[in-house]
RNA sequence: GGUCCGGUAGCUCAGUUGGAUAGAGCAACAGCCUUCUAAGCUGUGGGUCACAGGUUCGACUCCUGUCCGGAUCACCA
């Protein structure tokens, strides 16, 4: 039970026997004392001015005399206008941290602790382009939020629905085709992922020219966009490839190929895996038939052209289009199909949808699009919706040609790391496949921090150039502090020095030890509101501020060189317990911390 | 135009059932390594919490309106 908690009750008990009356838990607000007043925890006394019928300070006094009283975990007490602040003893905090050192695991569930099943669905990239910026975040917060939600008890699974098809495929096909002289990723020496980019934006380029040329022949914009021979030639593509033309599907194949590979190497260097992959080739085609139902059942309605729609005015929303004239199915028709599929097959509880802020309409829609054909669990699908991650100059746009590329952002992050180690000595002596190591995991760790940091919600801006930072609120500081704790543990362990078996209430000399006992005491709260609010940067937050109070701690007092030995037990035993609540922290970011660096 | 999200220090961000004098980092300046890792620690300066009303003992937080920024409302995905 967490000391809110505890407190909370012992107040209500006080207000029982002082006043006779049950105080709601509205009414018993518990919150850390604020650092310029003497205390732990403190009780708000203006909620329970109404029972008690008297001042804020006699209120506040009167409780606070009974908890010191009756309770022997309150220690003292002060009154600062209607705020109670309350001590707790030294023995209680002892207890606390022996509590936390002899528990496995401390503030995470087994992963079947809930009994719930989570499905994930993120990276989603399209196959006719490499990894940017945006896709980071995706793969990062979905990454994170994975592994927060089992660490809250539950069975998670991992899904990737790579978008492998589609008249935007086509466009990169069709270039290479016509302009790619058999150009390989072996024979012109660049990942797959990128050679097949490159080809798209030729695409474009050629697009372009013909619709200038087609517009100075006297055709309208639009016109001349949709007679552009290139375009023409790409949805002739699209319909050999949906007739599964030989030729076509194995240059599909072929290039496809080629785009895995890039994005196998690109989550390999980000630390992403998956439990399964889905292909949109292998999905696009479900959710017609439910679509048919429901226009039997008179969800939906055709119209005359042969096109089915719902109508969702009533909610607030628009009509939507379900199937096209000619048949073929929209975007959203396959997510009906493959939601339905995944809740039969996998028995799932929940599903997580991580998708831009963009495509918000699109999941409200979907959600009521299943409710109303009846799926019950169409309360339990959710919508990640994060905001974009803009450049200092605005958006980011690939035809421009100002996008960050995924692997050229990490490679930076990393070489960076190496030149800042270099530059302060860091890896003198140090064997170079261990350096090369660190150096990815502090790159990296810049990398994730700065993004998880940011509540996933609110768009954010990366300055490439400013964004590279080690220090202050970062991950390399948090890392930094890991292998410093890390260092000490080896020092204490080279001098025959244990950790203690319980922790003794003699050993406290000092608030800090105190306050990050209370910090990590607070560790199983902050995972589970992560998991409940799906947003990885309490965690970070939570981190930085653990970190952030250890290494004032560890300025200020000796560790190895304390001569009491319960003092010096029990800042050994803080620290261990530390070190091991920013590894599980990071972890939970998908972030690695080194024990050297 | 409708709907949704955001606006906090020069910059990047915290601030969660409404609580005390709104916090960090970066950048700037000034200190601290014969002592467990100085990627650290300490200090200084920096704010009309977009604006105006309202609710209340108390509002960055809740409500209403206005302004600014973003997203979205396709027989695209």
């Known amino acids: 039970m967490s000391t809110e908690l505890f407190l909370q009750n012992e107040a209500k008990i ?3 026997k002082l006043y006779g009356v049950i105080a709601e838990a509205s009414q018993l607000q518990i919150q850390k004392t604020r650092k310029e007043f003497e205390g732990d925890y ?53 207890e606390i941290l022996t509590n ?29 382009k490499p990894l940017h910026l945006g896709h980071i975040r995706n793969n990062l917060l979905g990454f994170s939020v994975s592994r927060i939600l089992e660490k809250n008890g539950n069975k998670v699974k991992r899904v990737n629905l790579v978008n492998d098809r589609g008249i935007h495929i086509c466009k990169s096909m069709l270039a290479w085709q016509k302009f790619g002289n058999g150009e390989t990723p072996e024979s012109a ?44 030639e790409t949805q002739e593509m699209l319909r050999k490839w949906e007739a599964k033309d030989p030729e076509i599907y194995t240059l599909w194949e072929r290039m496809n190929g080629w785009v895995y590979n890039g994005f196998e190497k690109t989550y390999n260097a980000l630390g992403i895996t998956f439990d399964k992959t889905y292909y949109e080739s292998q999905t696009y085609l479900l959710g017609k038939a439910t679509v048919l ?126 030149d800042m180690s270099a530059e302060l000595g860091k890896l003198d002596g140090v064997d170079s496949n261990d350096a090369a190591a660190i150096c990815q995991m502090v790159g990296l760790g810049a990398l994730k921090y700065f993004i998880l940091k ?18 202050g609120n970062t991950g390399p500081f948090i890392q930094y502090t890991h292998a410093r704790i890390c260092s000490v543990l080896r020092k204490a362990e080279e001098l025959g020095i244990n950790l203690p078996k319980t922790i003794s209430m003699q050993g406290f000399t000092a608030p800090k030890e105190i306050e990050l006992i209370k910090l990590i005491s607070e560790f199983p709260t902050v995972v589970e509101q992560a998991g409940k609010e799906l947003s990885p940067s309490f965690v970070a937050n939570y981190a930085y501020e653990l970190t952030k109070e250890y290494n004032q701690f560890y300025h200020d007092f000796p560790i190895l060189k304390e001569e009491k030995l319960d003092v010096q037990a029990l800042r050994l035993s803080l620290s261990k317990i530390v070190g091991d609540t920013i590894r599980k922290s990071m972890w939970l970011l998908g972030i690695d911390v080194p024990e050297k660096m």
């Open 14 to 16: 006080a207000v029982e």
């Open 42 to 94: 403190t009780l708000v006394a203006f909620p329970l001015l109404k029972i008690s019928k008297k001042n804020p300070e006699a209120t506040s006094q009167e409780i606070g005399q009974y908890l010191v009283d009756n309770c022997k975990q309150i220690v003292r007490f002060n009154v600062i206008k209607g705020f109670l602040n309350l001590s707790m003893s030294n023995e209680y905090w002892a």
């Open 454 to 471: 940011v509540d996933p919600k609110k768009n954010m801006t990366f300055n490439p150039r400013e964004s590279i930072d080690f220090n």
């Open 189 to 232: 020496g660049k990942k797959g992922d990128h050679l097949v980019g490159d080809y798209y934006v030729r695409f474009d380029r050629e697009y372009k020219l013909q619709i200038e040329d087609l517009k100075s022949k006297g055709l309208s914009e639009d016109e001349a966009k949709a007679k552009a021979p290139i375009m023409l």
């Open 293 to 418: 139902e429901g226009l039997d059942k008179g969800v939906f309605k055709r119209k005359d052209d042969g096109s089915i729609w719902i109508d969702l005015t009533n909610d607030g929303l628009d009509e939507k289009i379900l199937m096209r004239s000619d048949g073929t199915s929209v975007y959203i028709t396959q997510d009906i199909g493959t939601a339905i599929q995944r809740f039969d097959e996998h028995h799932l509880d929940e599903h997580i949808y991580v998708v831009g802020n963009e495509q918000e309409y699109h999941f409200q829609v979907l959600k009521l699009i299943l409710k109303k054909l009846g799926y019950k669990w169409s309360d339990n699908l959710f919508h990640l919706s994060y905001g974009m991650v803009q450049l200092p100059e605005g958006k980011m746009k690939s035809r421009e040609g100002t996008v960050v590329d995924a692997d050229d952002l990490v490679d930076e992050m990393v070489s960076t790391a190496h």
């Open 100 to 128: 936390i050192s002899l528990t496995n695991d401390y503030g995470f569930l087994p992963s079947d602790a809930s009994g719930r099943s989570v499905m994930v669905e993120f990276s989603s990239p399209n196959t006719n």
